[in-house]
């Protein structure tokens, strides 16, 4: 086992696609698992949860970075964080308007309830763009 005193803690998050943010000197990160809000400090003990669709924030020093995370795995271990999500989107590489559209289009299907809207698509189609409203701020 590594010297936790010594090594500063390190953060992956990967999707399918690749590896969407990494780092290294990580004070702290706070993410939502299905029981609830947690937040990650340098010595942790082991842990793995089961994400929600929610905003990790990444805090180093007086530095916030943002990742919406739609789902996946964090798992804790030796002062590595490592999150495993099928879609992880960074704050800055996030389309407010297109999140904003979204957003709208999926309150109107689920306010109108016609026959042929699929209600739990249009759920998840608003969770989907609130997270990344959330992530960006402008909710």
């Not at 400090?41 to 089961?50: F, T």
């Amino acid at each position: 086992m590594a010297d936790t005193l010594e090594n500063p803690m390190h953060i992956e998050v990967i999707s399918p696609d690749g590896p969407i943010f990494t780092q290294d000197g990580v004070d702290l990160v706070v993410a939502r698992a299905e029981d609830g809000e947690f937040g990650i400090e340098k010595r942790h003990l082991p842990l793995v949860a089961a994400l929600e669709m929610c905003c990790v924030r990444i805090k180093t020093g007086d530095k916030e970075q943002r990742v919406a995370v739609f789902g996946g795995f964090l798992e804790v271990n030796d002062n590595h964080v490592n999150i495993i999500a099928p879609l992880a989107e960074l704050a800055d590489n996030i389309d407010v308007a297109r999140a904003q559209a979204a957003k709208k289009r999926a309150e109107d299907r689920l306010a109108f309830k016609k026959e042929d809207v699929d209600v739990d698509r249009a759920r998840l189609a608003l969770m989907r763009a609130l997270v990344r409203l959330k992530t960006t701020g402008n909710l």
